[in-house]
Nanobody
Framework: VQLQASGGGLVRPGGSLRLSCTTS????????IGWFRQAPGREREWVSC????????YYEDSVKGRFTISRDNARNTVYLQMNSLKPEDTAVYYC???????????????????????WGQGTQVTVSS
């Protein structure tokens, strides 16, 4: 089972990219999807998640209002639309899928853990002038 992440590239600050995540192995609509990123020398961190149970979406604070996660069931694809990109968004971005809901809740605020079953290979996003 493999997820394919694509859409990364080099973009100037303030620009936009749309990442895609797809697989031929199962229907993504039945899975919770997460986007994560890892910058050089840093741990992998969550960016956004889309719940399989009720379609709720969650975003890490630094990307709220700039990134949007969405699902196209007809194309079996999940997207991460990234607008107003900043140099600190530079990282390898990974998509992940899980049949459950690998979330953590603290003080009523949801975040995504890394306890996802299936992972993609990553796509590089570089934000630089």
């Amino acid at each position: 089972v493999q997820l394919q992440a694509s859409g990364g590239g080099l973009v100037r600050p303030g620009g936009s990219l749309r990442l895609s995540c797809t697989t031929s192995s199962f229907r993504l609509g039945y899975y919770t999807i997460g986007w994560f990123r890892q910058a050089p020398g840093r741990e992998r961190e969550w960016v956004s998640c889309l719940s399989s149970s009720d379609g709720s979406t969650y975003y890490e604070d630094s990307v709220k209002g700039r990134f949007t996660i969405s699902r196209d069931n007809a194309r079996n694809t999940v997207y991460l639309q990234m607008n107003s990109l900043k140099p600190e968004d530079t990282a390898v971005y990974y998509c992940a899928a899980d049949p459950g809901t690998p979330f953590a809740v603290y003080d009523g605020v949801y975040s995504c853990t890394t306890d996802f079953t299936f992972w993609g290979q990553g796509t590089q996003v570089t934000v630089s002038s």
